[in-house]
């Protein structure tokens, strides 16, 4: 049996004592959504929250404490951290990375820790089918929800291209309602570079420039093996580099809902087995880790 004094009591122990595979994720939210909409694991998988990790603050960095501190100790446990993470690490090559396979072979944070390809959890929840027959019940007359998706998040380029740039200065994003407003993506840039000169130089605007032409670079090429047409095509590229809660946001705003309409997206995806394979996979993985060996 084991010896639940050793290495001084360490979560490490406890957690490798109850038999289950261990997967930290970065908030109590991502916990939420994996266990309860996209997991019914509960046998066999543990997905936790950090919590509070000495010297650290940002849910990213916790988790990969947690998971190093653990694997210290010989127990296995893992994690998963979004794909916004490696903005804060600087990680660039593989943020900018385009191609899935390569992305996933990457490992920026250790054997243990996988990246998401897409920005954050809130880009799984927005899968079109299921978005646009939610959103039948709030809209008498749908639109086309993935040219919706599209416009959305061609009016957030500048404001993706903004933050990117304000956090290599070490200033502050702009508000996650920024551009709400504005549906035309000429209307955004303007909009970003009157904000910027309020911050920066003339020198950062050129990079913001640069910036914004990263982007739409990174949005309109596709890999060779990509047979999809192009709308989903370049839908699933935006998802990889803009913020989802910010398009939700604006989907949000454009139809005046109140409510957050995230854990409705969630259960949708659910019921209709519509979880992405990406994350399915990474289950998979831990799970073979774990009880194969």
């Given at each position: 049996m084991a010896n639940l004094t050793s290495y001084d009591g360490t979560e490490g122990v406890v957690e490798n004592y109850k038999g289950r595979v261990v997967v930290y994720l970065e908030s109590d939210f991502d916990v939420e959504i994996f266990k309860r909409f996209f997991f019914d694991e509960e046998e066999f998988v543990e997905f936790k929250a950090p919590g509070i990790v000495e010297g650290d603050t940002g849910g990213c960095r916790k988790v990969i404490k947690k998971v190093k501190t653990n694997q210290s100790h010989s127990y296995k446990v893992f994690g998963i951290v979004e794909r916004d993470s490696l903005l804060g690490a600087c990680k660039w090559d593989i943020f900018w990375e385009r191609n899935d396979e390569v992305f996933l072979q990457s490992r920026p944070f250790g054997d243990k820790v996988r990246?998401?390809?897409r920005w954050e959890i809130e880009n799984y929840l927005i899968e079109p089918e299921e978005l646009e027959r939610f959103l039948f019940d709030y809209v008498t007359k749908l639109?086309?929800?993935?040219?919706?998706?599209?416009s959305h998040c061609d009016v957030l380029v500048p404001v993706m291209a903004a933050n990117i740039l304000l956090h290599i200065r070490k200033k502050g994003a702009l508000d996650d309602d920024y551009c709400n407003d504005t549906n035309k993506r000429t209307e955004a840039e303007?909009?970003?570079?009157?904000?910027l000169r309020k911050k920066l130089n003339d020198d950062d605007i050129n990079d913001f420039e640069d910036y914004i032409k990263k982007f739409d670079s990174f949005f309109n090429v596709g890999t060779d093996d990509d047979n999809s047409n192009e709308s989903i095509r370049k839908w699933r590229n935006?998802?990889?580099?803009?913020?989802g809660k910010r398009i939700?946001?604006?989907i949000k705003h454009s139809i005046k809902l109140r409510d957050d309409h995230r854990l409705a997206l969630a259960t949708r995806i659910k019921s209709n087995n519509k979880v992405e394979s990406e994350l399915v996979n990474y289950i998979k993985e831990f799970k073979g880790e774990v009880f194969n060996n």
């Open positions: 990246v998401l390809t639109p086309n929800v993935l040219s919706e998706l599209l303007q909009k970003v570079r009157e904000s935006y998802s990889k580099l803009i913020d939700l946001g604006r």
